[in-house]
Nanobody
Framework: QVELVESGGALVQAGDSLRLSCAYS?????????VGWFRQTPGKEREFVTA??????YYADSVKGRFTISRDNAKNTVYLQMNSLKPEDTAVYYC????????????????????WGQGTQVTVSS
């Protein structure tokens, strides 16, 4: 079992940048987890944002070119760098972890992840 804690959410203006962090702990020694970021707004389903496998990265079309996922293995932390933020990026952002998957398409699905953080709010004003 892996525990995840997100941080870094804030109220920013359109065009600003923000970096979210996802610190994971627990059963990590000797294990390598893929980490994904998802977001959710009220009344909508949680949607895929980005995921990082071994060295492979995946992005939703809506964030491609603006968001970057990275990892610091020494700190057991995954980052989401968000640039050129738009009001439509407003959401609660969640990170999630799963063992590496052979089918990369599964990284886009919420059902592929067993461990989730509590979420962090990002609000982008126009």
């Amino acid at each position: 079992q892996v525990e995840l804690v997100e941080s870094g959410g804030a109220l920013v203006q359109a065009g600003d940048s923000l970096r979210l962090s996802c610190a994971y702990s627990g059963r990590t020694s000797g294990y390598y987890y893929a980490v994904g970021w998802f977001r959710q707004t009220p009344g909508k389903e949680r949607e895929f944002v980005t995921a990082l496998g071994w060295n492979d990265r995946y992005y939703a079309d809506s964030v491609k070119g603006r968001f970057t996922i990275s990892r610091d293995n020494a700190k057991n932390t995954v980052y989401l760098q968000m640039n050129s933020l738009k009001p439509e990026d407003t959401a609660v952002y969640y990170c999630a972890a799963t063992p590496l998957l052979s089918d990369s398409a599964k990284y886009l699905r919420t059902t592929s992840y067993a461990s989730w953080g509590q979420g962090t709010q990002v609000t982008v004003s126009s």
